[in-house]
Protein backbone atom coordinates (compact mmCIF):
# COMPACT_ATOMS: atom_id res chain seq x y z
CA UNK A 1 0.00 0.00 0.00
CA UNK A 2 1.37 3.37 -0.58
CA UNK A 3 2.22 5.60 2.12
CA UNK A 4 0.98 9.09 2.53
CA UNK A 5 4.11 11.79 3.74
CA UNK A 6 3.68 14.47 5.87
CA UNK A 7 5.44 17.12 4.55
CA UNK A 8 7.83 19.68 7.01
CA UNK A 9 9.62 22.33 5.34
CA UNK A 10 12.73 23.54 6.60
CA UNK A 11 13.55 25.80 3.79
CA UNK A 12 17.24 26.60 4.00
CA UNK A 13 18.11 25.58 7.02
CA UNK A 14 21.15 23.72 7.79
CA UNK A 15 22.32 25.01 4.23
CA UNK A 16 25.90 25.68 4.74
CA UNK A 17 25.04 28.58 1.45
CA UNK A 18 22.80 29.95 -1.38
CA UNK A 19 23.47 28.25 -4.45
CA UNK A 20 22.90 30.48 -7.48
CA UNK A 21 19.50 28.99 -8.44
CA UNK A 22 17.93 28.82 -5.05
CA UNK A 23 15.52 30.44 -3.48
CA UNK A 24 13.51 27.81 -0.99
CA UNK A 25 11.38 29.86 0.68
CA UNK A 26 9.90 30.56 -2.75
CA UNK A 27 10.32 27.04 -3.98
CA UNK A 28 8.12 25.46 -0.83
CA UNK A 29 6.02 27.69 -0.09
CA UNK A 30 6.93 27.79 3.37
CA UNK A 31 9.75 30.17 5.69
CA UNK A 32 11.64 27.24 6.57
CA UNK A 33 10.90 27.77 10.69
CA UNK A 34 11.68 24.35 12.36
CA UNK A 35 8.63 23.06 13.55
CA UNK A 36 8.10 22.52 17.30
CA UNK A 37 7.79 19.38 19.09
CA UNK A 38 3.47 20.02 19.24
CA UNK A 39 3.32 21.30 15.76
CA UNK A 40 4.73 18.01 14.46
CA UNK A 41 2.83 15.92 16.63
CA UNK A 42 -0.44 18.39 15.80
CA UNK A 43 0.07 17.72 12.21
CA UNK A 44 0.89 13.83 12.04
CA UNK A 45 -2.42 13.80 14.42
CA UNK A 46 -4.05 15.60 11.85
CA UNK A 47 -2.78 13.72 8.38
CA UNK A 48 -3.51 10.37 10.28
CA UNK A 49 -7.30 11.19 10.63
CA UNK A 50 -7.29 11.86 6.94
CA UNK A 51 -5.26 8.57 5.31
CA UNK A 52 -7.47 5.96 5.21
CA UNK A 53 -5.24 3.49 7.06
CA UNK A 54 -2.29 4.23 4.43
CA UNK A 55 1.05 3.55 6.10
CA UNK A 56 2.74 7.48 7.34
CA UNK A 57 5.92 8.93 6.40
CA UNK A 58 7.44 12.31 8.17
CA UNK A 59 9.29 14.16 5.73
CA UNK A 60 11.65 16.85 6.13
CA UNK A 61 11.89 18.98 2.93
CA UNK A 62 13.99 21.64 2.36
CA UNK A 63 17.30 22.91 3.86
CA UNK A 64 20.21 20.75 4.41
CA UNK A 65 19.26 18.45 7.64
CA UNK A 66 22.26 16.75 8.31
CA UNK A 67 24.03 19.78 8.09
CA UNK A 68 21.83 20.74 11.69
CA UNK A 69 24.05 20.56 14.63
CA UNK A 70 23.14 17.16 16.29
CA UNK A 71 20.95 18.19 18.62
CA UNK A 72 18.34 20.00 16.28
CA UNK A 73 17.95 16.36 14.21
CA UNK A 74 17.64 14.98 17.49
CA UNK A 75 15.10 17.42 18.36
CA UNK A 76 12.68 16.76 15.30
CA UNK A 77 12.90 13.16 14.83
CA UNK A 78 13.00 12.34 18.95
CA UNK A 79 9.26 12.95 18.85
CA UNK A 80 8.65 10.42 16.27
CA UNK A 81 10.45 7.44 18.19
CA UNK A 82 7.14 6.48 20.23
CA UNK A 83 4.42 6.94 16.74
CA UNK A 84 7.43 4.65 15.08
CA UNK A 85 7.62 2.08 17.68
CA UNK A 86 3.71 1.74 17.79
CA UNK A 87 3.25 1.86 14.27
CA UNK A 88 1.73 5.25 13.89
CA UNK A 89 4.77 6.41 11.75
CA UNK A 90 6.36 3.60 9.42
CA UNK A 91 8.88 5.57 8.44
CA UNK A 92 10.87 8.83 7.99
CA UNK A 93 12.60 10.83 5.02
CA UNK A 94 15.24 13.37 5.07
CA UNK A 95 16.70 15.12 2.31
CA UNK A 96 20.41 17.15 2.36
CA UNK A 97 23.67 18.17 0.73
CA UNK A 98 26.30 15.17 -0.46
CA UNK A 99 29.20 16.75 1.34
CA UNK A 100 27.22 16.87 4.65
CA UNK A 101 26.93 13.38 5.24
CA UNK A 102 28.92 10.26 6.14
CA UNK A 103 28.36 6.41 7.13
CA UNK A 104 28.29 7.82 10.46
CA UNK A 105 25.45 9.54 10.09
CA UNK A 106 23.90 7.35 8.24
CA UNK A 107 23.73 4.96 11.07
CA UNK A 108 22.68 7.21 13.11
CA UNK A 109 19.92 8.41 11.01
CA UNK A 110 19.08 4.89 10.63
CA UNK A 111 18.37 3.79 14.29
CA UNK A 112 15.82 6.94 14.42
CA UNK A 113 13.61 5.62 11.69
CA UNK A 114 15.00 7.09 8.51
CA UNK A 115 14.29 4.73 5.69
CA UNK A 116 14.84 7.32 2.68
CA UNK A 117 17.46 10.09 2.46
CA UNK A 118 16.94 11.93 -0.56
CA UNK A 119 20.31 13.69 -2.18
CA UNK A 120 20.59 17.53 -3.73
CA UNK A 121 23.26 15.71 -6.59
CA UNK A 122 22.10 18.56 -9.38
CA UNK A 123 24.78 17.47 -11.45
CA UNK A 124 27.78 14.95 -12.01
CA UNK A 125 29.81 17.85 -13.61
CA UNK A 126 32.53 19.13 -11.71
CA UNK A 127 32.71 21.90 -14.02
CA UNK A 128 28.45 22.65 -13.76
CA UNK A 129 29.25 22.65 -9.52
CA UNK A 130 31.35 24.77 -9.66
CA UNK A 131 29.64 27.22 -11.76
CA UNK A 132 26.55 27.13 -10.42
CA UNK A 133 28.04 27.50 -6.33
CA UNK A 134 27.32 24.36 -4.81
CA UNK A 135 30.49 24.19 -2.97
CA UNK A 136 31.48 20.56 -3.24
CA UNK A 137 32.42 17.65 -6.46
CA UNK A 138 30.79 15.08 -8.40
CA UNK A 139 33.29 12.43 -6.12
CA UNK A 140 31.11 13.69 -3.06
CA UNK A 141 28.22 12.59 -4.35
CA UNK A 142 29.54 8.88 -5.34
CA UNK A 143 30.57 8.80 -2.01
CA UNK A 144 27.32 9.75 -0.03
CA UNK A 145 25.60 7.51 -2.50
CA UNK A 146 27.73 4.43 -1.80
CA UNK A 147 27.51 5.37 2.21
CA UNK A 148 24.12 4.93 2.12
CA UNK A 149 23.32 2.42 -0.34
CA UNK A 150 25.93 0.33 2.08
CA UNK A 151 23.79 0.54 4.88
CA UNK A 152 20.58 -0.31 3.03
CA UNK A 153 18.52 3.35 3.15
CA UNK A 154 16.64 4.23 0.09
CA UNK A 155 18.13 6.91 -1.82
CA UNK A 156 16.65 9.33 -3.82
CA UNK A 157 18.33 11.48 -6.22
CA UNK A 158 17.69 15.12 -7.10
CA UNK A 159 18.79 16.31 -10.46
CA UNK A 160 18.76 19.83 -12.19
CA UNK A 161 19.12 19.90 -15.71
CA UNK A 162 20.06 23.02 -17.72
CA UNK A 163 22.59 24.94 -14.55
CA UNK A 164 25.11 27.08 -15.51
CA UNK A 165 27.56 25.43 -17.99
CA UNK A 166 25.17 22.35 -18.44
CA UNK A 167 24.52 20.59 -21.55
CA UNK A 168 22.11 17.48 -22.51
CA UNK A 169 25.00 15.18 -22.92
CA UNK A 170 26.37 16.08 -19.41
CA UNK A 171 22.90 16.07 -18.02
CA UNK A 172 21.68 12.54 -19.70
CA UNK A 173 25.63 11.73 -18.70
CA UNK A 174 24.79 12.66 -14.57
CA UNK A 175 21.78 10.49 -14.88
CA UNK A 176 23.52 7.77 -15.96
CA UNK A 177 26.09 8.01 -12.81
CA UNK A 178 23.67 8.29 -10.32
CA UNK A 179 21.72 5.28 -11.46
CA UNK A 180 25.00 3.50 -12.00
CA UNK A 181 26.07 3.80 -8.38
CA UNK A 182 22.33 3.03 -7.07
CA UNK A 183 20.07 5.15 -7.16
CA UNK A 184 16.65 3.86 -5.90
CA UNK A 185 14.18 7.16 -7.25
CA UNK A 186 15.11 9.89 -9.04
CA UNK A 187 13.46 13.74 -9.34
CA UNK A 188 14.31 15.92 -11.86
CA UNK A 189 13.61 19.64 -11.83
CA UNK A 190 14.52 21.67 -14.56
CA UNK A 191 16.57 24.44 -13.69
CA UNK A 192 14.00 28.22 -13.39
CA UNK A 193 15.26 31.32 -13.41
CA UNK A 194 13.92 33.02 -9.64
CA UNK A 195 13.93 36.62 -8.97
CA UNK A 196 16.45 37.99 -6.87
CA UNK A 197 18.91 34.94 -7.02
CA UNK A 198 22.41 34.84 -8.64
CA UNK A 199 20.64 33.33 -11.56
CA UNK A 200 18.70 35.75 -12.45
CA UNK A 201 21.50 38.52 -12.25
CA UNK A 202 23.23 36.56 -14.73
CA UNK A 203 20.00 35.89 -16.74
CA UNK A 204 19.51 39.63 -17.01
CA UNK A 205 23.17 40.72 -17.67
CA UNK A 206 23.09 38.19 -20.46
CA UNK A 207 25.98 35.41 -18.87
CA UNK A 208 23.20 32.68 -18.49
CA UNK A 209 20.61 31.44 -21.21
CA UNK A 210 18.51 29.06 -19.78
CA UNK A 211 16.48 25.81 -20.73
CA UNK A 212 13.01 26.72 -22.82
CA UNK A 213 10.08 25.26 -22.03
CA UNK A 214 10.36 23.05 -25.51
CA UNK A 215 14.11 22.16 -24.74
CA UNK A 216 13.54 21.17 -21.38
CA UNK A 217 10.57 18.95 -22.01
CA UNK A 218 12.61 17.49 -25.09
CA UNK A 219 15.58 16.67 -22.74
CA UNK A 220 12.88 15.58 -19.65
CA UNK A 221 11.99 12.87 -22.65
CA UNK A 222 15.12 11.78 -23.22
CA UNK A 223 16.21 11.63 -19.17
CA UNK A 224 12.67 10.12 -18.03
CA UNK A 225 12.99 7.15 -20.74
CA UNK A 226 16.48 6.54 -20.03
CA UNK A 227 15.46 6.24 -16.35
CA UNK A 228 12.65 4.38 -17.34
CA UNK A 229 14.37 1.84 -19.57
CA UNK A 230 17.18 1.38 -16.15
CA UNK A 231 13.96 0.15 -13.85
CA UNK A 232 14.34 3.44 -11.50
CA UNK A 233 11.40 5.69 -11.01
CA UNK A 234 11.01 9.20 -11.76
CA UNK A 235 8.88 10.35 -9.15
CA UNK A 236 8.55 14.02 -10.00
CA UNK A 237 9.56 16.26 -12.60
CA UNK A 238 9.15 20.06 -12.55
CA UNK A 239 9.11 22.28 -9.37
CA UNK A 240 5.92 21.80 -7.18
CA UNK A 241 3.33 24.48 -8.43
CA UNK A 242 3.30 26.70 -4.65
CA UNK A 243 2.35 29.74 -3.90
CA UNK A 244 5.10 32.21 -5.50
CA UNK A 245 6.14 30.28 -8.56
CA UNK A 246 4.64 32.10 -10.93
CA UNK A 247 5.21 34.47 -13.50
CA UNK A 248 6.05 37.21 -11.32
CA UNK A 249 8.97 35.26 -9.53
CA UNK A 250 10.20 33.07 -12.48
CA UNK A 251 12.04 34.98 -14.97
CA UNK A 252 12.67 32.41 -17.45
CA UNK A 253 13.72 28.84 -17.93
CA UNK A 254 11.81 25.25 -18.02
CA UNK A 255 8.68 25.94 -15.76
CA UNK A 256 5.03 24.63 -16.45
CA UNK A 257 2.88 24.02 -13.19
CA UNK A 258 2.45 20.53 -14.34
CA UNK A 259 5.62 20.07 -15.98
CA UNK A 260 5.71 16.13 -15.41
CA UNK A 261 2.01 16.00 -17.36
CA UNK A 262 3.57 17.82 -19.71
CA UNK A 263 6.27 15.58 -20.65
CA UNK A 264 4.61 12.66 -20.40
CA UNK A 265 1.40 13.54 -22.33
CA UNK A 266 4.23 14.41 -25.20
CA UNK A 267 5.99 10.71 -25.21
CA UNK A 268 2.58 9.40 -25.57
CA UNK A 269 2.14 11.67 -28.82
CA UNK A 270 5.55 10.71 -30.36
CA UNK A 271 4.02 7.40 -30.15
CA UNK A 272 0.62 8.06 -31.96
CA UNK A 273 2.65 10.02 -34.44
CA UNK A 274 5.07 7.25 -34.95
CA UNK A 275 2.20 3.62 -35.64
CA UNK A 276 -0.62 5.83 -36.60
CA UNK A 277 -0.88 6.54 -40.07
CA UNK A 278 -2.80 9.60 -41.67
CA UNK A 279 -6.39 9.30 -42.74
CA UNK A 280 -7.05 6.61 -40.55
CA UNK A 281 -9.59 5.38 -38.08
CA UNK A 282 -7.90 4.26 -35.14
CA UNK A 283 -8.98 2.63 -31.12
CA UNK A 284 -6.48 3.93 -28.89
CA UNK A 285 -6.48 2.18 -25.39
CA UNK A 286 -4.52 3.47 -22.25
CA UNK A 287 -4.04 2.25 -18.75
CA UNK A 288 -7.16 3.64 -16.44
CA UNK A 289 -4.21 6.04 -14.62
CA UNK A 290 -2.79 7.38 -18.16
CA UNK A 291 -6.34 8.76 -20.00
CA UNK A 292 -4.78 12.50 -19.29
CA UNK A 293 -1.58 11.93 -20.71
CA UNK A 294 -3.08 9.90 -23.50
CA UNK A 295 -5.70 13.09 -24.42
CA UNK A 296 -2.83 15.86 -23.51
CA UNK A 297 -3.68 18.97 -22.10
CA UNK A 298 -6.73 20.35 -23.46
CA UNK A 299 -7.31 17.38 -25.75
CA UNK A 300 -3.99 18.36 -27.76
CA UNK A 301 -3.29 14.78 -28.24
CA UNK A 302 -6.05 14.04 -30.14
CA UNK A 303 -6.51 17.28 -31.79
CA UNK A 304 -3.10 17.21 -33.39
CA UNK A 305 -3.92 13.82 -34.79
CA UNK A 306 -7.35 15.32 -35.83
CA UNK A 307 -4.91 17.54 -37.93
CA UNK A 308 -3.80 15.22 -39.94
CA UNK A 309 -7.35 13.31 -40.52
CA UNK A 310 -7.35 10.48 -37.87
CA UNK A 311 -10.37 9.55 -36.26
CA UNK A 312 -9.48 8.59 -32.62
CA UNK A 313 -11.59 6.60 -30.53
CA UNK A 314 -10.11 6.59 -27.09
CA UNK A 315 -10.46 3.23 -24.45
CA UNK A 316 -9.28 2.24 -21.11
CA UNK A 317 -7.75 -1.56 -20.49
CA UNK A 318 -6.50 -2.19 -17.09
CA UNK A 319 -4.22 -5.21 -18.52
CA UNK A 320 -2.03 -2.51 -20.18
CA UNK A 321 1.23 -1.34 -18.26
CA UNK A 322 1.02 2.63 -17.49
CA UNK A 323 3.67 3.33 -20.47
CA UNK A 324 1.80 0.93 -23.12
CA UNK A 325 -1.06 2.25 -25.78
CA UNK A 326 -2.75 -0.59 -27.92
CA UNK A 327 -3.55 0.98 -31.19
CA UNK A 328 -6.33 -0.88 -33.22
CA UNK A 329 -6.23 0.04 -36.76
CA UNK A 330 -9.63 -2.32 -38.60
CA UNK A 331 -8.73 -5.64 -37.64
CA UNK A 332 -4.84 -4.63 -36.87
CA UNK A 333 -3.88 -4.48 -32.86
CA UNK A 334 -0.45 -3.99 -31.77
CA UNK A 335 0.67 -2.61 -28.56
CA UNK A 336 3.60 -0.70 -27.93
CA UNK A 337 5.53 1.13 -25.23
CA UNK A 338 6.76 4.66 -24.92
CA UNK A 339 10.03 3.28 -22.70
CA UNK A 340 11.30 0.74 -25.65
CA UNK A 341 8.93 1.37 -29.17
CA UNK A 342 10.06 5.18 -29.89
CA UNK A 343 13.75 6.37 -29.65
CA UNK A 344 15.32 10.25 -28.20
CA UNK A 345 18.37 11.07 -29.32
CA UNK A 346 20.49 13.55 -27.53
CA UNK A 347 21.21 15.37 -30.47
CA UNK A 348 17.07 16.28 -31.20
CA UNK A 349 17.52 18.70 -28.14
Not at 131 to 146: D, E, F, Q, T, Y
Not at 289 to 309: F, I
Not at 318 to 340: G, R
Request: hydrophobic share 40%; aromatic share 6%.
Amino acid sequence: MRSTTIPFFISHQGCPHTCVFCDQRLISGAEGALPTTGQIEERIELWRATSENRPLEVAFFGGTFTALPKETQAKLLMPLQPLLDNGTLASVRISTRPDCIDAEQVAWLSKLGVRTIELGVQSMDDAVLASSGRGHLASASLSAIGCIKKLGVNLGVQLMPGLPGDTPVSSLHSLEQVIAAGADFLRIYPTVVLRGTELARRYLSGDFIPLSLGRGVSLCKLLLQRAMQAGVPVIRIGLQAEKGLDAEHVLAGCWHPALGQLVRSQMYSDLLWRFIPSGRSVTVSCHPTRLSDLVGMNRSNLLSQTGRGVQTKVALDATLHKEELKIKIEDKTAIYSIINDITYSIHEV
